[in-house]
């Protein structure tokens, strides 16, 4: 269940009080609006000024603010970052992002941050994540912006993209060529015309 203090939008239309949300859901909260999304076992309060997707184990915070209760390790995932309480005891953690930075503090429980390498080489180790602890009572920050892709498998990663070969990418081109000269080279005789010579 959605509940807010007027003003919230649900999938770009004004929210009553109450509303139940369903997976997809994109919710944002103007200037002095709040909101708060009730769910077995989690909390999440969503502050002013905030853009967030619901699904059903994650909040997805485009920009803006959240509180988060849980007991069953409810995630808020930002671009390429995810934080995950550590374990499923009642954890209490606020996520920030402001400017491309990604704030997190851990207020109860430990927390942690996951997020894809920077480095496309670490990506082609196969070192694709990273991840990093937030203690009880300590914040930690990171860039929202990843530079790694998501891993590919061994045999495209090691020759890139397969039209990016010229041994592809010439003979294609000349049987587009072809091909558009067969519709557009021949006189006033048809292709295939209905008499033939």
């Known amino acids: 269940m959605l509940h807010s203090n007027g003003g919230v939008l649900v999938n770009r239309n004004p929210a009553p009080a109450s509303l139940?949300?369903?997976p997809d859901a994109l919710i944002e909260t103007p200037k002095d609006a709040v909101a708060r999304i009730e769910l077995t076992g989690s909390v999440a309060d969503i502050n002013a000024e905030t853009v967030v997707q619901y699904e059903d184990d994650e909040l997805v915070l485009d920009h803006g603010?959240?509180?988060v209760n849980t007991s069953r390790q409810f995630r808020v995932r930002v671009g390429c970052i995810t934080i995950t309480p550590v374990n499923a005891d009642w954890t209490h953690y606020d996520v920030t992002d402001l400017d491309g930075k990604v704030t997190v503090s851990a207020l109860k429980s430990d927390v942690y941050i996951d997020a894809r390498s920077k480095s496309p080489q670490d990506v082609k180790k196969g070192e694709s994540k990273s991840r990093e602890i937030?203690?009880?009572?300590?914040?930690?920050?990171?860039?929202?912006?990843?530079?790694?892709?998501?891993?590919?498998?061994?045999?495209l990663a090691a020759y890139g993209a397969i039209m990016n070969s010229p041994y592809v990418k010439w003979p294609t081109v000349a049987a587009i060529g072809v091909i558009a000269c067969l519709g557009l080279c021949h006189g006033d005789d048809p292709v295939s015309p209905s008499k033939p010579k």
Not at 134 to 155: F, L, M, N, T, Y
């Open 65 to 67: 603010t959240v509180s």
């Open 134 to 155: 937030v203690r009880e009572s300590e914040q930690k920050s990171r860039e929202e912006k990843c530079g790694g892709a998501a891993p590919q498998p061994d045999h």
């Open 20 to 22: 139940a949300i369903f």
